[in-house]
């Protein structure tokens, strides 16, 4: 599938200093540092390359450089050019793609929030395989993980202010398989489980598939209802309940230290284990200290689970939960009847990917800018647009100026734009003036995205005055 194109000057940014020092070999040195950022995934397979004359002011290299250097790409078999179409990414495997599609013909997706592989990939996974061997003489199945992983995720929760051991630590096939593995455990058919109204669609299918029943709780204009949570756990009596106090999803909303604690006593006085979704903790873009994770206010009451879906790549499918030991012993006897363990290499490349923090910095500041691409286009196209820039996660929480999300979401899909309506994020549908769109795509497909959304709505919008819904044409 086609993934767009990178101007020069971001390309110019990911090759950094690519001319090795002292080399005459400007060309190939070039190719080499093109190469590495296909191989790492920073250049997908389908991207189109910019124009020769451009990439060479960029880089402040000769033209005649760049053309060798591109000439050494398509003898690799890692670019194909053809005439009035450019020069874009093949596969490494060597399988040629079609060049990228006229931006009036694609798709462009914004129902995922979901960010391509982080830098670095690559090289874990050259190293994970060399570690593979080590494993390779046992059964494959390690019931609450490796024991490499399951150390380099307590050691980051100790760094958070939570100590922790690898024996409160069990490995999931990601967050969502987490917490179908507590409910599993937890709830039984006609159970209430208490959730955020928006709250994430999975979260509710999953509740839903275990026979048990979503108990919405409103998060108002600045976050947390307290008042509201305790009232539901005191009426609704719930088995369990599911919070994301780290940049919420859609609304991005994150929990200070005081809030935290008010929230851990409502839940501790009412004795409601409680899950902790942490998917988008590492997805923090401001410059402020992070609050303490839930669980150094809820105690044993806490089952935190988090991923490497968001923060690395979701292809990795690695997940965990952070629990009372004790806990985690019940959760490994429900996972019985699902899977027996996750697999090992993904495992590997996770704990290589964790020993470096230079990735997930970079890939903090390439949301960053995804995300102030994704604010400026949408104050062009769409002013009458209401948001709050959020301090972290990959979507922003959109009030539109009118109840129009599903017909919004039918119309954009005619324009070549994905989106989730609305009331996919609501217990009971509703919120027709809510849409959540992610940052997770290239500078230009977010541009382009919000040009295309800003025509639907025009198609959707009622005439000022009608007594009936108009079409503008």
């Known amino acids: 599938m086609s993934t767009g194109h990178i101007s020069a000057k971001r390309l110019a940014l990911l090759l950094g200093a690519w001319r090795r020092a002292g080399s005459r070999q400007g060309a190939a040195d070039l190719a080499a540092a093109i190469e590495l950022q296909v191989l790492d995934g920073q250049l997908p397979a389908g991207t189109r390359l910019p124009a020769e004359r451009e990439l060479a002011a960029e880089l402040g290299a000769s033209r005649t450089l760049v053309v060798a250097a591109l000439e050494r790409l398509r003898e690799s078999g890692l670019a194909v050019s053809r005439r009035g179409a450019g020069t874009w990414v093949t596969s490494p495997a060597g399988r040629e793609l079609e060049p990228a599609m006229p931006e009036s013909a694609m798709m462009i997706d914004l129902a995922r929030a979901a960010p391509p592989a982080i830098a670095g990939m690559m090289a874990a996974v050259d190293a994970a395989r060399r570690s593979l061997a080590d494993e390779l003489g046992g059964s494959g199945y390690v019931d609450r993980g490796l024991p490499v992983l399951r150390e380099r995720i307590a050691r980051r929760y100790t760094e958070r202010g939570l100590p922790t051991t690898p024996g409160q630590i069990m490995i999931t096939n990601g967050a969502q398989h987490a917490f179908a593995l507590t409910l599993r455990m937890l709830t039984g058919p006609g159970d209430r489980v208490l959730v955020e109204q928006p709250t994430y669609p999975n979260t509710l299918e999953a509740v839903r598939a275990a026979h048990a029943l979503p108990v919405p709780v409103a998060i108002g204009p600045h976050g947390w209802d307290f008042a509201g949570i305790d009232a539901a756990l005191r009426q609704a009596s719930p088995r369990l309940a599911?919070?994301?106090?780290?940049?919420?999803?859609?609304?991005?909303?994150?929990?200070?230290?005081?809030?935290?604690?008010?929230?851990g006593a409502v839940l501790a006085r009412a004795h409601t284990p409680t899950v902790f979704d942490e998917t988008l903790v590492e997805l923090d873009l401001t410059d402020e200290a992070a609050p303490l994770p839930m669980a150094a206010f809820a105690g044993d009451w806490a089952i935190t689970v988090g991923t490497a879906s968001k923060s690395h790549w979701g292809g990795l499918r690695i997940g965990w939960i952070r629990a009372a030991e004790e806990t985690l012993a019940g959760l490994?006897?429900?996972?019985?009847?699902?899977?027996?363990?996750?697999?090992?290499?993904e495992q590997l490349i996770l704990a290589e990917l964790l020993t470096d923090p230079e990735p997930l910095r970079k890939r903090r500041e390439w949301?960053?800018?995804?995300?102030?691409?994704?604010?400026?286009?949408?104050?062009?196209?769409?002013?009458?647009?209401?948001?709050?820039?959020p301090g972290g996660?990959?979507?922003?929480?959109?009030?539109?100026?009118?109840?129009?999300?599903t017909r919004l979401a039918v119309a954009a899909a005619g324009h070549g734009v994905q989106v989730v309506p609305g009331s996919r994020f609501g217990v009971n549908g509703?919120?027709?003036?809510?849409?959540r769109l992610p940052f997770s795509l290239t500078t230009d497909l977010l541009a382009e995205a919000v040009r295309r959304l800003g025509i639907a709505a025009l198609s959707v919008r009622r005439l000022p005055g009608a007594?009936?819904?108009?079409?503008v044409t």
């Open 467 to 471: 007594g009936e819904e108009l079409v």
């Open 393 to 405: 996660g990959l979507s922003l929480w959109c009030r539109l100026p009118e109840p129009m999300s």
């Open 332 to 345: 490994a006897s429900a996972r019985v009847g699902l899977d027996l363990s996750s697999p090992v290499l």
């Open 367 to 389: 949301v960053r800018a995804q995300r102030d691409a994704l604010v400026a286009a949408l104050r062009e196209q769409c002013p009458d647009w209401e948001f709050r820039v």
């Open 242 to 263: 599911c919070l994301n106090v780290d940049f919420q999803n859609p609304t991005g909303w994150r929990l200070d230290n005081a809030g935290r604690e008010r929230l």
């Open 430 to 435: 509703g919120l027709e003036r809510w849409l």
